[in-house]
């Protein structure tokens, strides 16, 4: 119960009509009257009809205007207890889609039939059918249906698109980045059941996600609860209200996109889903007609009332000295006014003016906060908007978007905190023309991130599985369409935050202001081992791959014109500054301008073994065991750089102190200007490393055919299998064509050596067979690292300005490494002391190794014409090597403009491998001016070396030795300058001034 003092809403009531206890519902429509009068007209009180006779059967046309309130102020109307009433659905005027109506309510006469016809509402509309009461439990309860038609606008936030192509499976998508690339449950799986063929599924409103929160918020409407009696989860929820649909569908021969009519609503025992078309209206003003899910909900009389609102009427106005808490829906058609402690909402407050106070908090916690005209809260502490996840063991998915909307032109949207203001991927939005949105915190003001986690796990035995992980920072959003103001007292941050205004964007702090990325990261693991047997062999394969990847998701402050300003330090880490028009950063203390951290390791794995019998290509075989092994890593980090531009105005980038610019990119279609004590402009490494080893091993027995016949046979044999694995018929019969010439050289190889004659001893080579046994193993490992460097530019359409104006004695300097200005018209460069033009510098090395060593002993026997023979035989071989090199190359730094480049330098201008190009260059150099060019170098060296060694003999007829060896070495040294530093002018030529040295 709650305290006194304290406001708690967990129930609300509604207005009814009630129709007779007998006969049927009207036999016409009813339509009423469009516009404000409809509002008007069914808000409060009673009229009482005429007790005669039957309701006309015309449609009623109430008059308009002021007349029309005077005449129904609403309510209850009873109606004649006699005759009957239409027999055509309530059709309440389509313009009432932006109300919400009151609900109408049907009482299941005791004789007579209900209505036949589909029963169609408009978007808000409620209906109520109630049942004959019952005996439950010894309890008389009184059964409802209640309906509530769901809200078919389209939307129009970055949260949602709209495809109305007809190869498209639904008009509305969810960002899938939103709901972290999960598949969301959707009418598909209903429509599978219901129909066999594809091409007859109605096309639907929404993908999963969406047509979920469609469901959820009808049953907190017709509930005021967000689960249904039985259900404590959406998605399961969700598909047992389908399945039960099913289930009716199939028991009733429903058909799908046909809404249920009053006597077949009677006729359901439970809570379903159903399917029906709704036309909808695109935003180019064509239409479609799509399927939306229809929540049918069987309650009893005295549960929450049906609209699920907690409180409405025309003017809600509340105060309270302790909470306001709202669970369900607080409605007032113009004002909702809200005063409070503390005040809590996880439902929905909706209104055309919204203004909420609290003493102390004020938290919307995965609630909507909407109105047509006006949203205004202000907190003495903090404001906090929070959208919820949900999760099923380790994964976890947006489940409740927090949103605070306005949607009419000229609308105001105002959060103010004296304190802290918390945003967690909430969403703010004013749609409206010409709006004015403020967020001010007297303290912090942060757009915070909620992070998702999303798992798939296959296993099919221990070793054979896949796992991925998904996790993903999901930031706050924040659209206008007319101006939009962010201040905070203190700090402001921003995380993977999207914060676009249609007009004017501003955003101001006391202290700091952090544009930062979130990050997304996704962790593959993939593994498999297959194994076959034959009858004498046995062979398996395992691979292993792992892919684990960081990415960074970028705050962006967009407008047409964008300034941001804070009074101490601007950081912008991997993010985005886009206007159409000017675009002003200004900071106190440092301004800079920075990369975000991003990741990517791979891991490759593969092993392939054999035991047992094999082949060795020709006529023989092999019994033994052969194995080889790669294995490969590869680890990139890598910079996800800023981007800061105007596509049309200029950009102004000032510090106070020093202004920094690291792997980052600045672009105005018109004019630039850079200012600081001293600024510099410097390069991103991104890394890159690989690792590769391999590794073969093979042993064994090997019996195989030898001598003159012998070989030819082989050849035979191995241009036939060749010819089996051609896939072309052509050379398929070309290989064939070979086999059998082979075959046809070993016949030749026989005649020849019988004519020889049987008296030639040496003649005993004819055909033969040996017996070996070896081993050879070999390794080898290859490691490479680069590092590339990711230079920043200034390039502008007109005139590009950078001062460093340092103070008496110190600062002062303009520092480029690596760094590309391009302006199309002037570039200048004004350094109270130095300025430093240097190039970055690009690396490689390569470090290699291999090995390898083996032997073999083996016996032969051989028969000819001249007789048999036996042949033993002995190798051995070994070799190893090695490689290394490394390489180093330059960015060079260079300014380029359209016509004049000047260098004005209080000290020094040193440019090493830096190029000056322009129209015309003008220097003044007070001191020294140096130029000097950076040379390309590559080192390589390689050595290896190989030795072997063979021993055979022949019994009766001596023997041979072999015995081989190599050596191969080579190093490699190169220096070139490949860009040369130095300022080239056009027509307009030079007008260098040096007060000392110039050095070339």
């Known amino acids: 119960m709650a305290e006194a003092g304290e406001v708690t809403f967990t129930n609300a009531t509604i207005n009814a009509i009630t129709l007779p206890n007998r006969d049927i519902p009207t036999d016409r429509p009813l339509v009423s009257p469009t516009g404000q009068q409809t509002e008007q007209i069914l808000s409060s009180g009673a009229v009482a009809l005429p007790n005669r006779d039957a309701l006309t059967e015309h449609p009623i046309f109430s008059p308009i205007g002021q007349q029309t309130e005077q005449i129904l102020s609403s309510g209850t109307v009873a109606l004649p207890n006699r005759d009957a009433l239409t027999e055509h659905p309530v059709l309440p005027p389509v313009q009432q889609t932006e109300r919400v109506l009151p609900p109408v309510t049907v009482t299941l006469p005791n004789s007579g039939t209900l209505d036949e016809r589909p029963l169609v509402l408009p978007t808000g509309q409620q209906f109520e059918l109630t049942l004959p009461s019952d005996t439950v439990k010894g309890q008389n309860v009184e059964p409802l249906i209640r309906i509530v038609a769901p809200d078919t606008r389209l939307p ?9 192509g007809s190869d498209s499976h639904y008009l ?29 599924a109605h096309k639907r409103l929404g993908d999963g996600f969406y047509e979920q929160r469609l469901v959820r918020d009808q049953i907190t409407q017709l509930t005021g609860q967000r689960y249904l009696t039985g259900h404590n989860n959406d998605e399961t ?7 039960a649909g099913v289930a009716f569908s199939k028991q009733q021969q429903l058909t799908p996109g046909i809404a249920l009519s009053p006597s077949q609503m009677a006729l359901l025992t439970s809570d379903i889903i159903w399917l029906t078309n709704r036309t909808v209206t695109l935003p180019n003003g064509t239409t479609q007609v799509v399927a939306v899910p229809q929540v049918y909900a069987r309650v009893n009389k005295g549960d929450l009332t049906g609209d699920g609102a907690l409180l409405s009427g025309k003017n809600v106005t509340i105060n309270s000295q302790k909470d306001i808490t709202n669970s369900g829906t607080i409605r007032g058609r ?16 909706q209104s055309g003016r919204v203004d909420l106070t609290a003493r102390q908090n004020i938290t919307n916690h995965g609630g909507q906060i909407q109105g047509r005209d006006r949203v205004s809260a202000q907190a003495d502490r903090d404001i906090t908007s929070a959208s919820t996840l949900r999760g099923e063991g380790a994964d976890r998915w947006l489940d409740r978007p927090a949103g605070i909307y306005v949607q009419n032109d000229n609308g105001t949207l105002s959060l103010k905190a004296l304190n802290n203001i918390h945003l967690t991927a909430s969403d703010v939005e004013n749609a409206g023309k010409d709006g004015q949105t403020e967020i001010t915190a007297g303290l912090d003001l942060t757009l915070d991130t909620l992070r998702t986690h999303r798992t798939e796990n296959s296993d099919w035995g221990s070793d054979n599985y896949r796992h991925l992980t998904q996790e993903r920072d999901i930031g706050s959003q924040i659209t206008t369409a007319g101006n939009l103001a962010l201040r905070a007292g203190n700090n402001l941050n921003a995380t993977a935050a999207n914060v676009n205004a249609g007009q004017q964007l501003t955003a101001q702090a006391g202290n700091n202001i952090t544009l930062d990325a979130g990050t997304a990261s996704s962790d593959l693991i993939e593994h498999s081992k297959q194994t076959s047997k034959g009858l004498l062999s046995k062979s398996s394969v395992e691979t292993h791959d792992e892919v684990h990847e960081r990415r960074a998701q970028s705050t962006t402050l967009s407008g047409d014109r964008v300034t941001v300003q804070t009074g101490n330090n601007l950081n912008i880490i991997g993010s985005n500054v886009a206007g159409t028009q000017n675009v002003n950063l200004a900071a106190g203390n440092q301004l800079t301008i920075t990369t975000a951290d991003e990741a990517r390791h791979e891991t490759h794995f593969k092993q392939e073994k054999k035991s047992g019998l094999m082949g060795t290509g020709g006529i023989g075989f092999t019994v033994g065991k052969a194995s080889q092994k790669s294995t490969t890593d590869i680890d990139s980090n890598l910079n996800k750089g800023s981007t800061v531009g105007s596509s049309q105005g200029s950009v102004t980038l000032n510090a106070g102190k020093q202004l920094n610019l690291h792997g980052s990119d600045v672009v105005a279609g018109r ?14 490494e991104n890394s890159h490393t690989a690792i590769t080893k391999t590794e073969q091993k093979q042993s064994g027995l090997t019996v195989a055919l030898s001598g003159t016949a012998g070989g030819a046979l082989n050849s035979a044999v191995q241009t036939v299998q060749a010819a089996n694995n051609e896939s072309d018929s052509r050379l398929k019969a070309l290989q064939g064509t070979k086999a059998a010439l082979s075959g046809v050289q ?21 055909i033969g067979v040996n017996l070996s046994y070896g081993s050879q193993s070999s390794r080898s490992e290859l490691k490479q690292h680069q590092t590339t460097q990711q230079g920043s530019s200034l390039m502008t359409g007109d005139n590009l300005t950078l001062t460093a104006a340092g103070t008496p004695d110190q600062n002062g300097d303009i520092r480029i490494q690596g760094g590309q200005l391009q302006a199309g018209k002037d570039l200048q460069l004004n350094a109270s002391r130095d300025i430093q033009l240097s190039s970055s510098q690009n690396t490689e090395q390569t470090t290699g190794k291999n090995s390898s060593r083996g032997g073999s002993l083996g016996v032969g026997f ?3 014409p001249g007789g048999t023979g036996i042949n033993l035989s002995a190798s051995a071989n070994y070799g190893k090597g090695r490689e290394s090199g490394n390489g180093v190359s330059h960015n060079e730094t260079t300014l380029d403009a359209g016509q004049t480049v000047t260098l004005n330098a209080g000290r020094d201008a040193t440019l090493k491998g830096a190029q000056v190009s322009g129209e015309q260059i003008t220097a003044d150099v007070k001191r020294h001016l140096t130029l ?38 080579i190093h490699s040294n190169f220096d070139s300058v490949q860009e040369q530093t130095g300022l080239f002018a056009g027509q307009g030529g030079y007008q260098v001034k040096v007060g000392e040295h110039t050095q070339l």
């Open 156 to 164: 129009d936030n970055s949260l949602f698109v709209v495809q109305p």
């Open 334 to 349: 113009e004002v909702t006014q809200l005063t409070a402690n503390n005040l809590i909402n996880s439902g929905f407050i």
């Open 237 to 243: 929820q969700f598909k047992a209200l389908m399945e």
């Open 862 to 864: 051989t028969a000819g």
């Open 746 to 766: 070993a016949v030749q190889a026989a005649r020849l050596a019988d004519a020889k004659g049987g008296d030639d001893k040496a003649n005993n080579n004819l």
């Open 172 to 200: 509305v998508e969810t960002d899938p980045k939103f709901t972290q690339y999960k598949k969301w449950l959707g009418t598909d799986y209903m429509q599978q059941q219901l129909t066999r063929d594809p091409a007859l």
């Open 932 to 969: 000097s060019s950076e040379q390309d170098s590559n080192r390589y060296d390689m050595k290896q070396q190989n030795v072997s060694v063979g021993v055979s003999a022949t019994i009766g007829s001596g023997g041979s030795l072999n015995l081989s060896a190599s050596r191969d070495k």
């Open 671 to 684: 004019d630039m200007q850079l200012s600081g004590q001293n600024i510099n402009i410097t390069s991103a």
